[in-house]
């Protein structure tokens, strides 16, 4: 791709000539003359002098180098598109594969592809462009967008909506039961789970993330929420837009989450809370209080950042501090010796 | 359905008219004049008056509210009860699906359902009333008892052995290896696991979980013990009788949990430990102790319900102590001066 | 087997007459005169004289036990050797399902297996004596060495590479997306991942496992890694040779992990680190900076092992010592009365 039609692509500013010819896009380390590579940060600007990259994609703060630069103020937004530019998003599969076991009662746009050894039930829909890779399964009465990836062994089950380009990846098992029961003396008898799971637009869900249905309503993961592997989401969570949930974390029935919230790896947050907008959640936090929108905390119990880092303070300072009283009771005796004695 | 006959059916006590049919179960906030709703504890009262329900089952000791009430000692249980009334549990496939792969060694009871795409392995048996909803895997030699429900994408390993009503979601995984190795020098050498898994009735394990295959002997869940999803079950482990096991709890190698246990999500045990009944294990704790019967344990390493209070409560008091200690040498500086300067 | 046949098959100095014929490796309890048992370590002795077992396999300094011996430094070892000899891996598959969907353009070796319902896309290649077991997904341009098995319902993505002898369980993920965004204002733009995953030989993947694929450049697990259920590593990890990762650890982007480390059940570490060689981290710690070779490690966040300890310790005497400052600051305030007062 000529260096002129990526900056255009790319949305950049070209610094330097625009006809040398791109191949691919590399680190700064293994890109070649015939390579476009990229600074994300002023961190990695000393890498670049021995860097034998054609051209690079640079913040625009940063002094040019000695070859062709693509000025971005969002320098990481460049390398997306230009990632994208390089590697366009493969069908891999195209047209119903003879193998796949398709209701005659579903119904497929003609612009879907669905690969070998998918199951899609009675009821369902599969909007126009949308891929399921291979060995899917799409339940009955499932509802699929437009422009949707659904890569193998993904689980989508009965009464499943989804919305436009969400993308499932494998293992991801959608609206499976709610964990619910009730008691009946010493044991439990499970409440039906009839309630649904919706995603909304441009939804990217993880590897063998679970999500739950709702044992009455549904579970909804807000538009362009993005959830990484093995998380988990119980029965009616509702989650917002834009929100961020990294690998491992475990949300518990009913808990609302805001939009443009950060839950780090492993957080745990217990049932039936609230948590505002933008909040920040550390790693492994365990939350089990409702979090006022735009709180940063941290720890478990989860507390706010600054009172964490007390405490961390004190608890690392305890030694010394018992140290120091054993030390002052001595010097306490002595004068109680002297004036009393 | 009939008002009078739901009463019945559900084992509640009618107030009011019996005459009215109802269409289904709905929450205080969606549910219409047609439908039923549900009070579960004296918290959900006050959303009673401006629910335009048709019928309520509500606990004994709560007021009446102008409309037909199901009156129920235990509502829980009675809105477990009506949601599987209105929503009988659907067999989704009935027959064997001519696209499963069934070795002609294995026995599949006529009255069972095989759905499409799923593997049954040579020596399987399968019982009455069993579904196997689609693209299941059932190794060799695998039995499974009456009336179980296995969800699309679950895989059972070869040997392992279900009792009735067993529910299988998702993407389970029972009877993979344990994790068990010999040095030999820096190098790891694999220990064959040649065990078993055996589910008892009425198991209900969730999307996700792994439950390992015994080194020797057998991995066991005792009958009515609920695991929800993303667990994992290591090899040799045994779980007693109507125990819960919430999302991403983690148990390893040769632990035993008692029966009515409760590990609350994101719980970690280590290995050859022994946890009584009746225990609470608190989220996110690591308990690396036994414990005994009946205690509430918190914290990582989990200590006493009490005693973690009581550290949280000192940890919280940390700063106002370490002021005071400071605050106390200046005095004792001052008291020093004056006596000996 | 013969017990002499036995003996050296698994290294082991036979005491006592070498003709008695076994049946099987079983538990002191369960073990009869027909069976193997094995004593590992000296706890483990005093079960020994109750045991009825026909042979024992024994460390070289325990006393010999009235039936022959089988005499080993490293008991563990001649266990896991006997293991293999009575069980010896059963392909369960041979040759081609013809239910497999196989793309033309795949190169499967002759020796190979594919089981029923998998899929094996263009491009990709199979080794001698490989097995596929069931319902398992070969990318395109996916690369398997020799003697390689992998169970049920594994997804192995586009590109993804095996080395010899790698075992993965059921559910297993390789290669899916990682978990890298670009932001333009409020909203996530996909950076694509365009790298790939490199298991090299001897490594085990445990059940339901999730290892993303780099964003450019290579995911990759050493030789001889070990990786136990439930496991997460992100994109652009590299883990070193001989490595144990226990259940449910998540591993953060760009992460280096060293050879012969072992992080216990559920730990996390955050993105970009190095740890070093032959560190060990406790269970559910959270690693946030780099880690010096050697170094034992433990909490959250994670300290060396003393200083845990230490700090423990501290938060566990914290209420007797805010008992003392108290008591402390009554006598002083008598000291002041006396004499200032």
């Known amino acids: ?3 002129a039609e990526i900056a255009e692509r790319i949305g950049a500013r070209l610094e330097g000539a625009g006809e040398k010819e791109l191949r691919a896009v590399r680190s700064l380390e293994d890109a070649g003359p015939d390579d476009l590579s990229f600074v994300l940060d002023a961190r990695q600007a000393s ?7 054609g051209a690079i994609i640079l913040p625009d703060r940063l002094p040019c180098v000695g070859r062709p630069a693509l000025r971005m103020g969002n320098p990481s937004l460049g390398f997306a598109r230009a990632l994208a530019l ?6 891999s599969v195209s047209g119903i594969h003879p193998s796949a076991v398709i209701s005659p009662d579903a119904a497929v746009n003609r612009t879907a ?37 659904v890569f193998p062994h993904v689980t989508l089950r009965e009464g499943v ?6 993308i499932l990846h494998s293992g991801a098992v959608i609206g499976a039961d709610g964990f619910g029961y009730a008691r009946e003396g010493a044991r439990y008898v499970k409440i039906p789970q009839v309630g649904c799971v919706v995603l909304e637009d441009d939804v990217e869900i993880g ?17 362009g929420t993005k959830i990484d592997n093995l998380v988990q989401i119980a029965h009616n969570v509702q989650v917002g837009e834009d929100t961020v949930i990294v690998a491992q974390v475990g949300i518990s029935g009913s808990t609302r989450i805001g939009s443009r919230v950060t839950l780090a790896g492993q957080v745990g947050v217990v049932g039936h809370l609230t948590i505002g907008d933008d909040v920040i959640i550390g790693a492994q ?12 905390v941290l720890g478990s119990p989860a507390v706010p950042h600054g009172e964490f880092k007390r405490q961390y303070a004190s608890l690392a300072g305890l030694p010394a501090l018992r140290k120091l009283v054993r030390a002052m009771e001595r010097r306490l005796e002595e004068l109680e010796r002297r004036l009393v004695g």
Chains 1, 2, 3 share one sequence.
Not at 86 to 91: E, G, L, V
């Open 1 to 3: 791709v000529r260096l």
């Open 47 to 53: 890498r670049l002098e021995a860097s034998r990259a």
């Open 113 to 149: 592809s669905i690969g070998p050894l998918c199951v899609v039930g009675a009821g369902a829909q599969i909007g126009a462009g949308t891929s399921l890779l291979a060995q899917v399964h799409v339940g009955r009465d499932v509802r699929i967008g437009s422009d949707c990836r």
């Open 86 to 91: 390089f590697h366009p998003s493969d069908a």
């Open 161 to 166: 909506r989804l919305g436009d380009r969400v």
């Open 207 to 223: 590897a063998n993330v679970t999500i739950d249905r709702a044992t009455l309503g549904e579970t909804r993961i807000g538009r």
């Open 285 to 296: 936090s365990g939350v089990s209080k409702d979090i006022s929108a735009g709180t940063v």
